[in-house]
């Protein structure tokens, strides 16, 4: 028997499960966490915890700095794309779950309400 959180649940998602791909969508999920993670990484770098890091960051090559902007912007992407496909995955595979559960209910009451026939 489903609870009325699981019938809720199947009823949002069957309703949403395609809006919910949307790359839009999915941009609002991960990109909290894909910033956080940069800018983390970001307040390391120029904290000046470590000299020797710092001085080749910034004198040695200037051309570092701009690597270092497109890994960020790598990693920010990459976050975005990975925890949303994530969600939308662990969504979609507790719809099924609940669906194969509810089919096997209505079956198997099905079943039971049959009249025999015996020949």
Wanted: positive net charge.
């Amino acid at each position: 028997m489903l609870t009325q959180d699981e019938e809720n649940f199947i009823v949002y998602w069957q309703q949403h499960r395609l809006q919910k791909k949307r790359w839009i969508k999915q941009l609002a999920v991960g990109l909290p966490m894909g910033m956080a993670l940069v800018m983390g990484v970001a307040l390391n770098l120029v904290s000046g915890w470590h000299t020797r890091a710092q001085m080749v960051m910034f004198r040695e090559s200037a051309s570092l700095v701009i690597v270092l902007l497109i890994a960020a912007l790598a990693m920010v992407v990459f976050m975005v794309v990975f925890s949303s496909r994530h969600r939308w995955d662990q969504q979609e595979q507790r719809y099924l779950e609940f669906m194969q559960r509810k089919a096997a209910q209505t079956g198997h009451l099905e079943k039971k309400e049959q009249p025999s026939s015996t020949i």
